[in-house]
């Protein structure tokens, strides 16, 4: 194998497919780059049997051929040439990179060694704007679960593709997130759950160009999303998900109407009295044409308000702060509607119109203060 391309182009292909390459699979060729030169097109191949990303790019090809690179080691090297092009031949698993003055000498793998990458031929088909779906995702993912042991299936998000229309929710057993959006889409409903690490690394590839779409083909077990000049394919997860329908409350007692930003502002003022979030609730009162914020801890107490259009019965109920915030933030409305059913019932977060988002988060118990 023999090619020579862009410098930077290769650096940054080389950089994106990195992460694709987990450090916690100690198997050498898995812990490399798969390079691939055709007649004029270099690819480029990080994997790791449950997440892989693969793009192509121009180069000009002397000899075919394939070879492992270890990904860390081929990285730093082309991060620091100064070049404008890089030249890198492989003779059995012997790798020479040259540019300019810099020659290094390395050692590769052999290609027949790595493995295969599952293929979703005759996949559902799928198309999403990137900016659509790169909202969504942020509106989204902050709710899905890092490590549920008991409930795997929770550490994914959940697409949900029905007549014209595409839903996302997130889970953890402390909040739910639920996003909707309308897309052109007249097939049959699917559903499906890709994993968190999927997803993250699927909004970091999104380019510029963000009114494009992203294609995307779902197998039984495999996904692949194709943005921009990256295929990325991933293992979906399996499982019983939430009910979520059934988590909602259906009815409230009371009605918040809140300036959401004033809302973010009042309870990220408790934060600097707040020792630890998941022990240390805040104190919400809704009442009347306010609502109430306080937290005591050991480091001492915070009290502040806020106005806010409240009708119904008064309410007291106690927030981990972050999942509150959380919410909030990723409102993408100027106010949203707040509806409770007293103090040991979940919270729905909603837009004043319409159903685009829907935010569930479970209170905390307050214990009495003096």
Known sequence: MKFTCNTKKLSEACSNVMRAVSPKVTIPTVEGILMECGSDTLSLTGYDFEFGINTTLNATVSEPGAIVINAKIICDIVRNIPTETIAIEANGTSVTISAGAAQYNINGIDANEYPELPSVSGGFPLFINQSVLQKMVTQTVFAVADNEKSKPVHTGLKFEVTLNQLRLVGVDGYRLAIRTEPIKYDGEDVTFIV?????????????????????????????????????????????????YNAAIPKTCATTALINTMDAVSCIERTVPVIENSAKNPIRCLFDRDEMRISTVSAIGRMFDYTHANVSGDRVEIGFNSKYLLDALENSDTDQVKIELNGPVSPVKILPLGGESFLFLVLPMRLKNET
């Open 195 to 243: 994993p968190k690490k999927t997803i993250r690394e699927l909004i970091k590839l999104i380019g510029s160009d963000s009114e494009k779409d992203i294609s995307i083909s779902v197998g039984k077990r495999h996904i692949v999303f194709e943005v921009e000049d990256y295929s990325i394919i991933s293992r979906l997860l399996d499982g019983d998900f939430l009910d």
